[in-house]
């Protein structure tokens, strides 16, 4: 059971437009969000967060918007750089009695120069 | 150490043969998390730690895994009589302590890539 799921397993921007990096969930319980960026061999790392309480977080060139009654949300990076190419990771996580995050599958994006 | 530190990077084994896997968080973490990333899959839970105990470890798929952390410290996952599907990225994660925000996040390693031949 996907409770995190990330629908789209690759993304192709150009250089400079906006990336939109979408997610869905399933668990009501989840009220806190995360997004994490993976290069290749090396461990995922933090992006940018929301909690629940929350529609929208801006960090930079990073925007999370929540959407509870859809449980969706996403990612716009503007404007997208060749360095933004990576693999980015949605999780949730239900922040009372349950101290684990539940990844989804990961979309691959690519910025095209 | 400055992150999390995994070892081996690499380890190709035979079937049937038991590996372990060794984690060294960042110090001062209390909390230590074991995933795995299969070809083309998230990343899966395995087992969170706090401190030295493991309040959950819903995520281990078998008894032929098992995971210990001494000392608040380091953590080793073991596999015992490895199978084909056993072979994954495992990564370990370390964080202050319980809860999320946006000041307490997971901290990964690079991984230990497993190939069970």
């Known amino acids: 059971d996907q409770q995190v799921k990330q629908n789209s397993p690759s993304l192709s921007v150009q250089e400079g437009r906006i990336s939109i990096l979408n997610c869905d969930y399933t668990?009501?319980?989840?009220?806190?969000f995360l997004w994490y960026k993976k290069y290749p061999a090396e461990g995922p790392t933090f992006l940018i967060s929301?909690?629940?309480?929350?529609d929208k977080n801006e960090d930079g060139r990073f925007t999370v918007f929540l959407n509870k009654s859809a449980k969706h949300l996403s990612l716009h990076i503007v404007p997208s750089q060749p360095g933004d190419s990576a693999v980015y990771f949605c999780?949730?996580?239900?922040?009372?009695?349950?101290?684990?995050?539940?990844f989804g599958t990961g979309t691959r994006l690519t910025i095209i120069p | 150490g400055a992150g999390v530190s995994q070892s081996p990077s690499n380890k190709v084994t035979e079937k049937g043969k038991d590996v372990e896997l060794r984690c060294d968080p960042i110090?001062?973490?209390?909390?230590l998390y074991w995933y795995r990333q299969s070809l083309g899959q998230g990343l899966e839970f395995l087992i969170y730690?706090?401190?030295?105990?493991?309040?959950?470890k819903s995520g281990l798929p078998s008894d032929r895994f098992s995971a210990e952390r001494t000392g608040g410290s380091v953590s080793t996952l073991t596999i015992q009589r490895t199978q084909q599907e056993d072979s994954a990225v495992y990564l370990c994660?370390?964080?202050?302590?319980?809860?999320?925000?946006?000041?307490?996040?997971?901290?990964f390693g690079a991984g230990s890539r497993l190939t069970v031949l």
């Open positions: 929301i909690s629940s309480i929350k």
């Open positions: 110090s001062g973490h209390t909390a």
């Open positions: 730690f706090q401190g030295n105990s493991a309040p959950d």
């Open positions: 999780a949730a996580a239900a922040t009372f009695g349950n101290e684990k995050l539940t």
């Open positions: 994660a370390s964080s202050y302590g319980q809860g999320f925000s946006g000041a307490n996040v997971l901290t």
């Open positions: 668990n009501s319980m989840f009220d806190y």
